[in-house]
C-alpha cells in the first residue's frame, strides 16, 4: 500500500456479538480481523452471521482509497451503525461479503 499504509486481514477464531438495545444484531465465530494503518482493529462479521432483517440500508456511501466504497446500514435507533464493501479493492477482496460494526464485544 501507498507511504506505508498498510492493511492486513487475518482469519480470527474468537468469538465476537453485536448487540444494539436488547437485540442480538450478530454473532460468529469465524469473523476476519482488520488492522489498518492509524485505525483501530476492525472485525468483519460474514453476513450469514447478521440479523439483516433488524437493519435497513442507509443513503451514506463513503469511499476509502485502499477498500473501495462502502454501503451503510441502520437500526432505528441507530443510524449507519454498520457497513461493507459490496466490491472491494483487489488488496482486500476477503471482505466481500462481511459486515462491519463501530461496536463489538469480543467474548
Known amino acids: 500500500m501507498a507511504d506505508g499504509h498498510t492493511i492486513t486481514i487475518e482469519q480470527g477464531t474468537q468469538r465476537v456479538r453485536v448487540v444494539s438495545g436488547d437485540q442480538v444484531l450478530a ?9 489498518e494503518t492509524g ?7 460474514p453476513a450469514e ?3 439483516l432483517d433488524l437493519l435497513s440500508p ?3 456511501h463513503t469511499y476509502c482509497p485502499f ?3 462502502a ?26 461479503d462481511h459486515l462491519c460494526f463501530y461496536d ?3 467474548v
Do not use: F, H, N
Open 67 to 69: 477498500k473501495g466504497t
Open 39 to 45: 485505525c483501530p482493529e476492525r472485525y468483519y462479521l
Open 27 to 35: 454473532e460468529s465465530d469465524r469473523p476476519l480481523i482488520l488492522r
Open 49 to 51: 452471521d447478521v440479523r
Open 104 to 106: 463489538v464485544e469480543v
Open 71 to 96: 454501503s451503510y446500514w441502520s437500526t432505528p435507533d441507530a443510524a449507519d451503525l454498520v457497513w461493507s464493501y459490496p466490491d472491494p479493492k483487489p488488496d482486500v477482496a476477503q471482505i466481500k
Open 58 to 60: 442507509s443513503e451514506t
